[in-house]
């Protein structure tokens, strides 16, 4: 499977974009909570 770290990933809390697949897709809450916990450098969601 070839997927693009979280990191990667742009746009807004309504839409983002894979950097490889060019696809745009609404990410769900947990996911946008696990994105700024590992932009902030923490690897695990209590």
Do not use: H
Not at 10 to 35: H, M, T, W
């Amino acid at each position: 499977m070839d997927i693009s770290p979280l990191a990667e990933f742009r746009g807004s809390v309504r839409r983002a974009s894979c950097p490889k697949c060019q696809g745009l897709f609404e990410p769900d809450a947990g996911n946008l909570v696990e994105a700024l916990y590992l932009r902030a450098g923490l690897n695990d969601v209590v």
